[in-house]
């Protein structure tokens, strides 16, 4: 007993000549664990304060700030009207006059967007941090139904689009996406230019061009099969099940690979609440070990040793009070 208790330290721990206790490796598993996640998070709150920048107030940033929020609906409002009136240029017959009213009234719909936004541009202190946080705003002037954006916010809008960047480079780096991609992509086009081959000069045969090939390679692999387009030779045909069965693998490898990205996610999502759970359980099981050394150490202990135990043991309760007893069941 005396031995053992040597080797342990007073906090419950162990000599740097014995091996680590389970228990100890427990908890250096949760510390590992947990700084791993407090560095994930830390990693995303400083890549969203880059993304997003600071906003700068005062002054003429004021001004541009009430500029933007007396304008923002009606330029919506304008950007889809913009839209309906290409709608009905592209989709009717209209001619003449009619048609010219039309387009010049496109025109002036876009100028007025233009307008606007050069105006916010000259009257801001900071052009160029301007245009950094709102990088999206020049397509929202090119295409004018996408000023609708503006009631999200533009600021807004660009992390959400930069969130959607990350979010496909993430999966596209998940297991060589990537690469999977790329030999899918190669699978196909090999596939229309090996039937197109044999097909081109067959007889009944219904693909004479590459598009018609490509395409019957699309519906080929991803199993939808329209049957407008199909090989009548038998080297088409040997290529058709080629591509059928290699196909079949490559959608089946896509398919667990984007699966497994949004799994990934949802176990990272619960693994903080996991690891408080194993906190608590880590904290209990080092009052438990010490306790426990405590035990060894009366056990081992002379009687001046008692005394010294003693001593520490009333000191400890008066700081932090004594230690509740647990309820005696075993008479029931």
Do not use: C
Request: proline residues 4%; without cysteine.
């Amino acid at each position: 007993m005396g031995e053992s208790a040597e080797t342990r330290t007073a906090s419950g721990g162990v000599s740097p000549g014995k091996k680590p206790s389970s228990l100890d490796r427990i908890h250096r598993l949760e510390r590992l664990e947990q700084e791993r996640l407090e560095d994930k998070i830390r990693k995303e709150e400083r890549r969203r304060e880059i993304i997003a920048g600071a906003k700068p107030v005062g002054g003429r940033h004021d001004v541009v700030d009430r500029i933007e929020e007396v304008t923002k609906y009606p330029m919506a409002l304008l950007g889809m009207a913009w839209l309906v009136i290409g709608i009905i240029v592209v989709s009717s017959d209209a001619n003449g006059s009619a048609s010219k009213a039309l387009v010049g009234t496109l025109f002036g719909l876009w100028v007025i967007l233009l307008l606007e936004y050069v105006v916010r541009l000259v009257v801001t202190p900071d052009a160029r941090g301007y245009l950094k946080r709102r990088w999206v705003e020049p397509a929202t002037v090119v295409l004018p139904p996408l000023q609708g954006w503006r009631l999200i916010g533009l600021e807004k809008m660009g992390l959400l689009l930069r969130e959607g960047e990350l979010r496909v480079e993430a999966i596209l780096k998940h297991h060589s996406l990537f690469r999977v991609l790329i030999a899918a992509l190669a699978t196909l086009l090999l596939g229309a230019w090996l039937v197109l081959l044999f097909e081109e000069n067959a007889k009944g045969a219904n693909l004479h061009s590459y598009p018609d090939a490509l395409w019957w390679a699309i519906v080929t692999v991803t199993t939808v099969g329209y049957g407008d387009r199909y090989p009548v030779s038998d080297g088409g045909r040997i290529v058709a099940a080629v591509l059928m069965l290699v196909g079949i693998g490559l959608i089946g490898v896509l398919t667990a690979t984007v699966a497994s990205v949004f799994i990934k996610e949802h176990t990272d999502d619960n693994k903080q609440e996991l690891q408080n759970s194993h906190a608590d359980i880590g904290q209990q099981l080092a009052v438990i070990s010490g306790r426990l050394a405590d035990v060894e150490r009366r056990l081992g202990a002379s009687p001046d040793d008692l005394a010294v135990i003693e001593k520490a043991a009333e000191e400890d309760a008066a700081q932090n009070g004594p230690i509740a007893a647990e309820p005696d069941n075993s008479s029931t």
